[in-house]
Nanobody, 118 residues
Framework: QVQLVESGGGLVQAGGSLRLSCAAP????????MGWFRQAPGKEREFVAC????????YDTDSVKGRFTISRDNAKNTVYLQMTSLKSDDTAVYYC???????????WGKGTLVTVSS
């Protein structure tokens, strides 16, 4: 069973920053597309950002344009999501994902909660 472990969530005030991390202990994901999705209360899970093995990135620009940055460290089997200028609308459970493309997810993490207070 492949395990993706997220960390870094928490409570932050609007305008603040958080960095989420996703590690894959004992597993090499250097060739996979890694990404982040989120699910706000009462809403469906939505795509946030993804990054391929060579660092090519894609974002849901309408919601996170200029505020979120995804990166990865293949040597550490870890992907990051740096979130700045957080808004109350960013409140959600954030899920790490790995797969063959940004939207073809093969593995999910259990999620980490981000709460932005206004």
């Amino acid at each position: 069973q492949v395990q993706l472990v997220e960390s870094g969530g928490g409570l932050v005030q609007a305008g603040g920053s958080l960095r989420l991390s996703c590690a894959a202990p004992g597993r090499t994901f250097s060739s996979a597309v890694m990404g982040w999705f989120r699910q706000a209360p009462g809403k469906e899970r939505e795509f946030v950002a993804c990054i391929n093995w060579s660092g090519g990135r894609s974002y849901d620009t309408d919601s996170v344009k200029g505020r979120f940055t995804i990166s990865r460290d293949n040597a550490k089997n870890t992907v990051y999501l740096q979130m700045t200028s957080l808004k109350s609308d960013d409140t959600a459970v954030y899920y790490c994902a790995a797969g063959s493309t940004c939207l073809r997810v093969d593995y999910w993490g259990k999620g980490t909660l981000v709460t932005v207070s206004s």
